[in-house]
């Protein structure tokens, strides 16, 4: 009989598992917390009304965007402007010549914080949220909300709207005040179309809240009162039905203006802007003139030009896109600051006989404004974008005493939190100064043409003229620096930009139905 092998087969063995290293222990619970982090903002959703959802995921997705940036250009990014205000705010005096409720904000986030980190981590706060209360405003007149969602995040995206809200600038709350009013406007025309909406309690807090926002505006930014001044007369226009209560909250945030301007700041001992900034774009003005029609000046007035600076110096700093060239030379002669007065009265001379100068000359220096192409580089006519990192020696300001002994000063040195993500921030910014891109990225007349169009098309198909009332602060924006701006600087029509980026999906947005009880 054959004999069958009865032994048990025996398994091999295991090869015992290998101990990941510490690089791989590292990553692997990398992947595991952002896989947990996406869960539970998952979760966090899920337990969301649907109709808050969006308008939440657009915060969330904007935030996460602009932590980038943050993280990447830590503590933020800053200019001269931004120095300047933390010499005053901790040296002093303090001066009106910027804005003394943002010079409020940088004085509490270092005396709270200790730094500016957290000042810069506010605003984008405040513009994701702005974002996500346009999804919510824009749906109730027709726009799908996924469509200002993806807009928003473009807006966050792109290197000059992304990096612009982390700069300690006071032109960031003012451009987050100005885009405020147009979703603050779109929200208001969608509670006209409903019956007995005069009486509705919602128009008259929205109304509350437009003159929060246009007070904002107008301390924020000096000339700020122009651009409301434009965009009121537009808004009483296309808004009929409660322009008695528009006018009420304008003219209250007006008054509100005019009070702390003239009567508290001076009564809490801020000073008056120096004559020489006050009206350094009249004193440019002069040099253009000057240049262009010498014969038209008589003996007084090059005899009081001279006295302020060389006649040829005047000459040589006559740039009508730049003002900067006429104020640097004015502001290191110490001769020029007592004929401010007379200065001044020479350029309301220049104005009675040859006002073709002076307009010419405020076009000119406005077409950061109204021109979709920057001028000859030759003459400063470049777009001025921002800068990508603070200079060690804060443009200047670090060789003053009160800056080299400010505990303070280590609060304005750049200090990434990667280096990994300031490279890739560097790069896109990089990318997008490319100038064949600056007439999209870096200047604002595109946008403003481009939202006039998306709001005149929109109304027309809704066949409801209130909606125009979205353009009026990008009229009001692109009027006022027309008519008072010193360069070509990228900041001065920030807002439009992003109203204009955020204004493109009424260009393909059909006459959608209005939403229902509930959606409301």
């Not at 006649?311 to 730049?322: G, R």
């Amino acid at each position: 009989m054959p004999v069958h092998d009865v032994t048990p087969s025996v398994e091999p063995e295991a090869a015992p598992a290998q101990d990941p290293g510490p690089a791989q222990r590292a990553r692997a619970a990398e992947g595991n917390g952002i896989q947990r982090l996406i869960q539970s903002a998952g979760r966090l959703l899920a337990r969301v009304p649907a109709r808050w959802r969006l308008p939440l995921a657009t915060f969330l997705a904007c935030q996460a965007i602009f932590l980038f940036w943050w993280a990447a250009f830590f503590p933020a990014l800053m200019s001269y402007d931004s120095a300047a205000y933390v010499l005053q705010v901790t040296a002093g005096p303090w001066v009106n010549n910027y804005s003394v409720l943002y010079d409020v904000f940088v004085w509490l986030s270092l005396h709270v914080t200790g730094g500016l980190a957290a000042l810069a981590l506010a605003q984008t706060v405040a513009m994701s949220a702005s974002f996500g209360y346009t999804v919510i405003a824009f749906r109730r007149i027709g726009v799908p909300g996924r469509w200002t969602a993806i807009v928003a995040v473009i807006a966050a995206a792109l290197p000059p709207t992304g990096t612009f809200f982390i700069f300690i600038w006071k032109d960031v709350p003012f451009v987050i005040c100005l885009y405020l009013v147009v979703p603050t406007v779109a929200h208001l025309v969608s509670l006209r179309e409903q019956p007995g909406w005069r009486h509705d309690r919602r128009v008259g807090r929205l109304i509350a809240a437009l003159g929060l926002e246009v007070l904002g505006v107008m301390l924020f930014r000096l000339n700020g009162f122009l651009i409301v001044g434009v965009a009121a007369v537009v808004l009483l226009i296309v808004l009929p039905g409660i322009r008695l209560r528009l006018t009420a909250a304008i003219v209250a945030a007006a008054f509100v203006a005019f009070l702390l301007n003239f009567f508290v700041y001076p009564a809490a001992g801020i000073q008056k802007t120096p004559a020489w900034e006050a009206y350094s774009i009249q004193y440019a003005d002069i040099a253009v003139a000057y240049a262009q029609r010498p014969a038209s000046f008589t003996t007084a007035d090059l005899q009081t030009m001279a006295q302020a600076a060389p006649l040829a110096t005047w000459k040589a700093t006559a740039n009508c896109y730049d003002s900067d060239w006429t104020t640097r030379i004015l502001d290191s002669s110490a001769r020029s600051q007592p004929l401010s007065g007379q200065l001044n009265a020479l350029w309301v001379r220049i104005l009675k006989r040859s006002p073709d100068l002076v307009v010419g000359a405020r076009i000119c220096r406005g077409s950061i404004a109204w021109s979709v192409f920057a001028g000859p580089p030759s003459v400063a006519a470049n777009t001025t974008t921002d800068p990508t990192s603070i200079d060690p020696g804060l443009w200047g300001l670090a060789y003053r005493p009160a800056m080299r002994d400010n505990p303070y000063r280590n609060a304005m040195r750049t200090q990434p939190l990667s280096a990994t993500l300031n490279k890739a921030a560097l790069f896109l910014r990089s990318l997008s100064n490319t100038p064949q891109l600056d007439w999209l990225l870096w200047r604002a007349p595109f946008w403003c043409y481009l939202s006039y169009l998306a709001v005149w098309l929109y109304a027309r198909r809704r066949r409801n003229w209130g909606l125009l009332a979205l353009g009026a602060v990008v009229v009001g924006q692109q009027l006022g620096v027309l008519v008072d701006v010193p360069d070509q600087l990228f900041r001065y029509m920030a807002g439009p930009i992003v109203i204009g980026i955020m204004l493109v999906p009424l260009l393909f947005a059909r006459n959608q139905p209005a939403p229902d009880a509930e959606q409301r």
